[in-house]
């Protein structure tokens, strides 16, 4: 039996630290999805195709020489419950990143929720690397939007669609 991991988020846009959390998680299942919320609430700045399309962009650009055995890696996006989701996909474990303190309670709350709603999906944690426990997706656009350099938060082809973005 596969082991599905599901990595859910808005990945408005995707960040480097996303990326490290990927290559990560996808280490450890042999299927990782790559589950792209809708969150129209979030007001996102990339329409959802152009999201999916950036994380598979970076994928394919920063995964080639991997020194890992990586899992097969899908890119989908979805609009309703995450556990339902989760269930639709076969996924028995839910990928979360952890920055800071502040990440953890609301991500613990998330994860006592998501076990009411399905004890058999385990929530599995994987805290940022160093480099990365500061990168938000709302830094990045407010860096972005004031005419900062975000070259070092985000993959290349991030950095470009948001270069274009502002034009």
Known sequence: MKRIALY???????????????YRASS???VLIIGVAENIGKNPYF???????????????????????LG???????????IDFARASSATMIIRGLRAVSDFDYEFQMAGMNARLAN????????????HQFVASRFVKEISHLGGDISSFVPANVNVAMQNKKI
């Open 120 to 131: 058999d999906i385990e929530t599995i944690f994987l805290t940022a690397s160093e480099n």
């Open 47 to 69: 329409k959802i195709s152009q999201r999916k399309s950036l994380i598979q962009d970076a994928i394919k650009q920063n995964f080639k020489s991997s020194k890992r055995i």
């Open 8 to 22: 859910p988020g808005t990945f408005d846009p995707v960040t480097n630290g996303h990326l490290d959390i990927i």
């Open 72 to 82: 097969e890696i899908l890119v989908e996006s979805f609009d309703n419950l995450l």
């Open 28 to 30: 450890i299942c042999d």
